[in-house]
């Protein structure tokens, strides 16, 4: 949308109300160009030639600017797949893993636990070392007694976490996600590596959509998002968690690590071990 500077923030706000995926904003001559990225399927051109009207109403209410302008397109995913495909090749991580990406054969005489992937648009390659720390993570918290553990991937992305801990032995992963992509790519990647539904559940949500699902408490719980996302989940963990749940937690940054780690204690967590990466730590946490 190209507008006036005048309704600039509304035009945000309009985005805003529709759960947009990403929004920005530049300057174009006297005028202002704002962007707004939503999935594929949240939208048929008749929504957006609503929304369309809808802001050049906007424009008329606020009085003496003129109606801007509205243009959509779609980008299409495999435009700018292939080129990173070219560039993404197996990668050991941990002990353990190798993420394997799945249009590649996996390699001859494979010693490790091999995890196929297609991330599509969702987080989660395993090239990130915030993933990485989780995945090793992992390693640690499912030993030999890992076969009856039940795990909680909240922000599952990829879905990598989830089927990582399936692969070390875990016997369920419950996963949940705010982005239908996300979603759609953990539902792709469990079909990957033959894992069935029943062992590997995926949802749209967050925590209390996990609360709906789950039968029971869980053994441990995975969350690989962003700090704040997690200081405001926090509180919640107690609703799906014995006295025996642990849990780990990255997408933090080392200057945000004091912060999660005193709502961690405010709210009955213990950090047991900090694990860092470069400028991201991973927090490993338990029961007191």
């Known amino acids: 949308m190209t507008c006036t500077p005048a309704l600039e923030d509304t ?19 006297k005028h202002r160009l704002v962007k707004a990225y939503f ?15 809808t802001l050049k109403q906007d424009a008329l209410c606020v009085g003496g600017i003129s109606e801007p302008s509205v243009e959509w397109h779609l ?15 197996p990668q050991e991580i941990g002990d353990r893993f190798l993420i394997n990406p799945a249009w ?6 494979v010693d490790r636990l091999v995890l ?31 076969s009856d553990s039940t795990i909680a ?27 239908p992509l996300a979603v759609s790519a953990t539902a792709a990647n469990r079909d990957l590596n033959q894992i069935s539904a029943e062992q590997l559940s995926v949802r749209e949500g967050s925590l209390p959509t996990l609360l709906e699902t789950l039968e029971a408490p869980v053994d441990g ?18 609703a799906i968690a014995k006295p025996t ?21 405010e709210n009955g967590w213990v950090v047991a071990t900090l694990w860092r990466r470069q400028e991201w730590c991973c927090l490993n946490i338990r029961r007191p």
């Not at 985005?15 to 947009?20: A, E, K, T, V």
């Not at 999935?39 to 009207?53: I, N, T």
């Not at 980008?75 to 090749?89: C, L, M, N, V």
């Open 245 to 265: 749940t642990w849990g780990i937690l990255s997408g933090i940054l080392l200057e945000q690590s004091k912060l999660v780690a005193d709502t961690l204690e």
């Open 104 to 109: 590649i054969p996996v390699p001859a005489e």
């Open 221 to 238: 719980i995975v969350c690989n998002i962003l700090a704040e996302v997690i200081i405001d989940l926090v509180p919640q963990f107690d």
């Open 75 to 89: 980008i299409e995913e495999e435009d700018w797949s292939k080129s990173w495909k070219t560039h993404w090749q």
């Open 153 to 179: 991937d909240i922000g599952c992305g990829s879905g990598i976490l989830s089927i990582g801990a399936i692969l070390l032995g875990a016997k369920q992963a419950y996963a949940v996600d705010t982005d």
């Open 39 to 53: 999935p594929r399927a949240q939208f048929e051109h008749l929504d957006l030639a609503a929304l369309a009207l």
């Open 11 to 29: 035009v945000f706000w309009r985005f805003d109300l529709l759960s947009g995926r990403g929004t920005s904003s530049q300057q174009q001559g």
């Open 116 to 146: 196929q992937l297609d991330p599509g648009t969702a987080f989660g390659t395993g090239a990130h070392a915030t993933t990485q720390l989780c995945l090793e993570s992992l390693e640690m918290r499912l030993g030999s007694s890992s």
